[in-house]
């Protein structure tokens, strides 16, 4: 197993595991965004035929598989929110294919239309995306980018909902429920400076890249010798 950190590995332990076939190696998305070379917010602007806006917000925003039921409410709390940063560029990326997510594009595509520096891409590219990110102001929404990548860059990210629970979440993530105030709050929060100034230079969670030559690493290391597997019991590692 192959794990992007270190409590994911004690889960799988605890779940019988042996450690000595777990490595901790980080996240592959990392080391994506590591080797994305940098695009300028200008050229992407450019590129992407849209009014140079010198800040922006990245959003993405996917639908809640368990808890689709209110979905149009938590969109509408979300745009109501939005409303209170016309001086920055909203940026939207589509849903996923998950059910729900043709609504949540429906909706984003409508609001857009009648919202001032707002933009909605069913597709950007890795590397338009992740120079997005590099150099928004901040990550909105539930997608897991705000948790993994995003970190690494040093951006805060305000996730949104349930759907990133049980995750580990960076110093720069800010929480956030679907009221619109408490949204507004943690966005506000996500922007200051004193909340920037906090953010260590070693914020990820998920390692800092080279991930591919670690597992590789660990493999050529690997006996290939077919063995019965073991049951590992977590009290023998406590």
Aim: with cysteine.
């Amino acid at each position: 197993h192959f794990v992007c950190a270190k409590a994911y590995r004690d889960r799988l332990i605890k779940m019988g595991e042996s450690p000595s076939r777990i490595f901790e190696v980080g996240a592959l998305g990392i080391e994506q965004c590591a080797s994305v070379p940098f695009i300028s917010r200008k050229q992407i602007f450019e590129n992407l035929k849209i009014p140079l806006i010198d800040k922006h917000f990245l959003i993405t925003y996917h639908p809640e598989t368990n808890q689709r039921d209110s979905l149009e409410l938590k969109l509408k709390s979300i745009f109501e929110s939005l409303n209170n940063y016309s001086e920055y560029a909203k940026i939207f990326t589509s849903a996923n294919c998950d059910e729900g997510g043709d609504l949540v594009n429906l909706m984003i595509k409508k609001y857009v239309s009648n919202s001032h520096n707002s933009f909605f891409f069913e597709n950007l590219g890795s590397q338009y995306y992740v120079n997005l990110m590099r150099q928004a102001e901040v990550i909105i929404g539930n997608s897991s980018s705000g948790i993994i990548e995003a970190p690494f860059f040093r951006v805060p990210t305000v996730n949104i909902g349930v759907r990133q629970k049980g995750r580990i979440f960076a110093q720069s993530i800010v929480q956030s429920s679907y009221d619109s105030n408490e949204l507004t709050k943690a966005i506000n929060q996500s922007l200051s400076s004193e909340f920037r100034e906090m953010i260590p230079m070693n914020n990820s969670k998920y390692g800092s890249g080279e991930v591919a030559r670690k597992i590789i690493q660990h493999i050529l290391k690997l006996s290939l010798k077919t063995a019965e597997k073991e049951f590992f019991d977590w009290c023998d590692y406590e």
